[in-house]
């Protein structure tokens, strides 16, 4: 028997057992999809950080807010930021209040404000989506690659039941294609760990600006004739 032959990548997974390789192939899809929402998430987020810069300098730059409101509304929907839809929100729900008889200026901000508090939620879990799917992976992959591990060793040491004298060529396969499972575990689960603290720390400070631009939004409003 061919030992390197037996201890080669491919060899292992395939003479591996069947839970074994059921944990290798739930591992290995789970480590796709993580890295399919590690790029999607990069991209969302690297615009969302774009799009906010530019409507904050748009914003501050352009005293008239009607022209800014318009500007924003000839957009379509998915070329809208997220703080550029705040802002439609808040001015929408601030004219829709102005132009009703009898409400006083207290409760067109406090309905402004809602408005803009609602907008935020929904644009916070859209940028939120698939986050807990990364830290789920980064959590529970190396114990579903350890469950294959152990399976694996238990299979090798049951093997050496029947066998008189134990040697390496006869324990190294079944400890090898075990060690798999776990290496695959880690694989899967440090990008998505990763991945997810970067992109949990960027929708947090995105979610400060966000906060901020509502005050202060809401303190321009209270200064309109």
């Known amino acids: 028997m061919n030992i390197l032959q037996d201890l080669s990548f491919f060899h292992l997974i395939a003479n591996a057992s069947l839970l074994v390789q059921m944990v290798m192939g739930l591992l290995l899809f789970v480590s796709l999809m993580s890295w399919w929402y590690i790029f999607q998430k990069m991209f969302a987020v690297r615009a969302a950080v774009r799009q906010t810069r530019d409507f904050e300098e748009a914003f501050w730059n352009n005293p008239n807010l009607v022209t800014l409101y318009q500007q924003a509304s000839s957009k379509l929907r998915h ?34 404000r809602r408005a803009m508090r609602a907008r935020f939620q929904r644009e916070m879990d859209h940028l939120e989506l698939h986050l807990s799917f990364l830290a789920t992976v980064g959590s529970v992959s190396p114990y579903v690659g350890l469950l294959g591990t152990v399976w694996g060793i238990m299979n090798a040491f049951r093997g050496l039941s029947s066998v008189g004298q134990a040697t390496l060529a006869q324990v190294a396969p079944g400890i090898a294609e075990a060690l798999v499972a776990t290496a695959m575990g880690l694989f899967a689960a440090i990008p998505a760990v990763v991945a997810y603290n970067r992109y949990a720390r960027d929708i947090d400070r995105l979610a400060t600006r966000f906060e901020s631009f509502t005050e202060e939004f809401s303190n321009v409003l209270q200064r309109q004739p």
Do not use: N, P, W
């Open 79 to 112: 070329d809208q930021g997220a703080l550029e839809q705040i802002f439609a929100a808040g001015f929408t729900e601030y004219v829709k209040l102005k132009k009703t008889h009898g409400v006083d200026s207290a409760a067109v901000m406090d309905g402004t």
